[in-house]
């Protein structure tokens, strides 16, 4: 706990200091300021593993192409926020509209050209949604959803929103699944930080132009069953971290 503590305020300290030493590049490229989100991404990732000994292991870098994609990813943890970023090639993610007044956070995830999302808007926030994906896949970039909408429990029962699917029919591009354990090291609303691995793992892609309900049938099944097979792995490691109370008896560990 010591060490998660010190991690926490060495993590909102660098955080402070990109926003602040870096506002300079709200005047430069795009190109310029995403480079620096990468480097905020990298640097806690290092800091996590120098700190509390959580490393970093990245599973399946073959299944994610360099040409624009939409990837789909399991959200457990607040780590997802920054660590998945130096992953991706200049990727946009689908944000809530909220986060976009917090000083500095939101003026800079405009900058980087993230999407925002106003949930309570129904389909007139979807078609938004996919207007603003189209234009970014236009450009190249790479679209970073999590289907549940918001961070859930390691193990928990899945609860996918529409977003994925509805972004899907309109970009007409392929899919990448990709399946974490961040949540087992990072847990949500918690200070607690546990040494250990966190993984992330890209699946092979879902091709585009599947009908709906089959789309929507491979990709929770795929990134369930990698997640619950992480979690698996995790508590069956020499050093497991605590399992939450549901993941034990809904996956018999």
């Given at each position: 706990?010591?060490?998660?503590?010190i991690?926490?305020?060495?993590?909102y300290?660098?955080?402070?200091?990109?926003?602040?030493?870096g506002?300079?590049?709200?005047?430069?490229?795009?190109?310029?300021?995403?480079?620096?989100?990468?480097?905020h991404?990298?640097?806690c990732?290092?800091?996590?593993?120098?700190?509390v000994?959580?490393?970093l292991?990245?599973?399946?870098?073959?299944n994610?192409?360099?040409?624009?994609?939409?990837?789909?990813?399991?959200?457990?943890?607040?780590?997802?926020?920054f660590?998945l970023?130096?992953l991706?090639?200049?990727p946009?993610?689908?944000?809530?509209?909220?986060?976009?007044?917090?000083?500095?956070?939101?003026?800079?995830?405009?900058?980087?050209?993230?999407?925002?999302?106003?949930?309570?808007?129904?389909?007139t926030?979807?078609?938004?949604?996919?207007?603003?994906?189209?234009?970014?896949?236009g450009?190249?970039?790479?679209i970073?959803?999590?289907?549940?909408?918001?961070?859930?429990?390691?193990?928990?029962e899945?609860a996918y929103?529409?977003?994925?699917?509805?972004?899907?029919?309109?970009?007409?591009?392929?899919?990448?699944?990709?399946?974490?354990?961040?949540?087992?090291?990072w847990?949500?609303?918690?200070?607690?930080?546990h040494?250990g691995?966190i993984i992330?793992?890209?699946?092979?892609?879902?091709?585009?132009?599947l009908?709906?309900?089959?789309?929507?049938?491979r990709?929770?099944?795929a990134?369930?069953?990698?997640?619950d097979?992480?979690v698996?792995e995790?508590?069956?490691?020499?050093?497991?971290?605590?399992?939450?109370?549901?993941?034990?008896?809904?996956?018999?560990?």
């Open positions: 706990m010591i060490r998660a503590v991690y926490t305020i060495t993590f300290v660098v955080s402070a200091l990109f926003l602040v030493l506002s300079c590049l709200m005047l430069a490229p795009r190109s310029w300021a995403m480079a620096g989100l990468s480097a991404g990298s640097t990732v290092w800091l996590l593993e120098k700190i000994g959580t490393r292991e990245v599973r399946g870098r073959e994610l192409p360099d040409s624009a994609v939409l990837v789909a990813s399991k959200h457990q943890s607040a780590w997802d926020t660590a970023v130096p991706l090639r200049d946009a993610i689908i944000m809530k509209r909220e986060l976009m007044w917090i000083p500095f956070y939101g003026w800079f995830s405009a900058k980087f050209g993230m999407i925002f999302v106003r949930r309570e808007s129904g389909p926030a979807l078609r938004r949604m996919a207007s603003d994906a189209l234009d970014r896949v450009a190249g970039r790479q970073l959803i999590f289907p549940e909408g918001t961070r859930r429990e390691p193990g928990a899945p929103k529409p977003g994925a699917l509805y972004l899907y029919e309109r970009l007409g591009v392929a899919c990448v699944p990709m399946a974490l354990n961040s949540g087992l090291y847990p949500r609303r918690s200070l607690a930080r040494t691995t992330v793992e890209f699946l092979k892609p879902i091709p585009s132009g009908p709906r309900k089959e789309f929507s049938q990709l929770e099944r990134i369930e069953t990698a997640s097979a992480l698996v995790a508590a069956r490691s020499p050093n497991p971290p605590p399992i939450p109370t549901a993941a034990r008896a809904r996956l018999k560990i």
